[in-house]
């Protein structure tokens, strides 16, 4: 019952994205749940309008329903149970709030604008989430190891006061959810990318002997591989909010119940640099509009990717050397968390 076994079961949820994948996606293109149309997008994602879209309950249903039928008696007999309740509650609650966005986005549409729920609701929506799934870490240590507590490479565990762990949980969860749903703008590449920063952390918390959170990592792996079956260029599938958003948040999650949350930068480089891509992209347009009255921007386009894309690299050149990018860098993560 250690990684062999969160292995297996990371092999089954991939094959249950891969079998019901197929009728899922009819699913959604009968129901018209499709790609819609923004303004900023290149002529190469205009192609891909009316692609169906949600994808990401394609993700997170196999997990959930995996998770809770392999550990229903542990959640009940033991104390530990929440260290794999917690994540998963991330996992539904972000997914809701990126599936209303979706659909919002969808509804809209048929109207002049077609961006779903406002920026403002929907990061109060994640801060509230992450609020409470901070206060229950904190305030419950019988249930999770490395409460209140930080893991830094060569000093081992500091203890952290729950005055500042909390916000700097909810930092984490939203900051991640956020970064992800940045890198989602080519075909595999944030389930790759994802896949990979839970590998590197599902090895961390074996190593720890949390095993509820090792098996919930590679399930997450699995189910992400399944989904990629059908994300992969040229995509069939597009994961949307609904699975963005939660994987994120999921990944934040785990960083900060391992205890390796100031890892989670190096296990997660590439959505990072995404998100400071876009930071700096639009600091660098208000700075030069201010000061030299004029519009210039350090990249071609943002976040990332799309600088690259327009710098002539295909999508598949993209994705694949982000991922070598990451693989590479969740192997370094795995390498600090064990000095």
């Known amino acids: 019952m250690g990684l062999p076994f969160a292995l297996t079961v990371g092999a089954l949820a991939f094959l249950l994205g891969v079998i019901w994948g197929g009728p899922f996606i009819e699913i959604l293109r009968r129901l018209r749940i499709g790609k819609q149309i923004r303004v ?8 891909k309008v009316g692609t169906p879209t949600m994808g990401g309950i394609m993700i997170i249903l196999p997990v959930v329903l995996i998770a809770l039928g392999l550990n229903i008696v542990s959640v009940i ?20 709030l990126g599936a209303i966005d979706d659909w919002e986005g969808i509804q809209l549409s048929r109207g002049p604008r077609g961006e779903g729920l406002s920026g403002r609701v929907k990061f109060a929506a994640q801060v509230a989430l992450a609020t409470f799934v901070a206060v229950i870490i904190s305030q419950y240590d019988g249930g999770f190891t490395y409460a209140n507590s930080v893991l830094i490479p060569l000093l081992g565990e500091i203890p952290v006061s729950p005055i500042f762990f909390i916000p700097i949980t909810v930092f984490f969860i939203v900051a991640s959810s956020n970064a992800v749903n940045l890198t989602d703008g080519l075909d595999g590449l944030a389930g790759i990318i ?15 002997q949390q095993i509820f959170i090792t098996q919930f990592c590679f399930l997450m792996v699995g189910s992400c591989f ?9 995509a069939q599938l597009f994961m949307g909010d609904t699975g963005s958003l939660a994987l994120g948040a999921a990944l934040g999650t785990v960083a900060v119940m391992t205890g390796q949350w100031l890892l989670l930068p190096v296990v997660a480089i590439v959505p990072i640099a995404e998100t400071l891509s876009v ?12 000061y030299w009255g004029v519009d210039r921007r350090i990249f071609r386009q ?6 690259f894309e327009l710098g002539g690299w295909s999508e598949t050149q993209i994705v694949q050397r982000f991922w070598l990018v990451g693989l590479l860098a969740a ?4 390498a600090l968390a064990l000095v």
């Open 40 to 47: 900023e997008l290149s002529e190469q994602q205009q192609k």
């Open 77 to 96: 007999r033991t104390v530990t149970g929440p260290s794999i309740l917690l994540p998963l509650f991330v996992l539904v609650g972000f997914g809701m």
């Open 194 to 208: 994802t896949a990979s920063a839970f590998a590197a952390y599902g090895v961390i918390a074996f190593l720890q």
């Open 226 to 234: 399944g989904f990629l079956w059908y994300n992969a260029y040229p």
């Open 279 to 290: 930071i700096l992209q639009v600091a660098s347009a208000k700075y030069t509009r201010r």
């Open 302 to 307: 943002a976040p990332l990717h799309g600088h």
């Open 331 to 334: 192997m370094l993560g795995v």
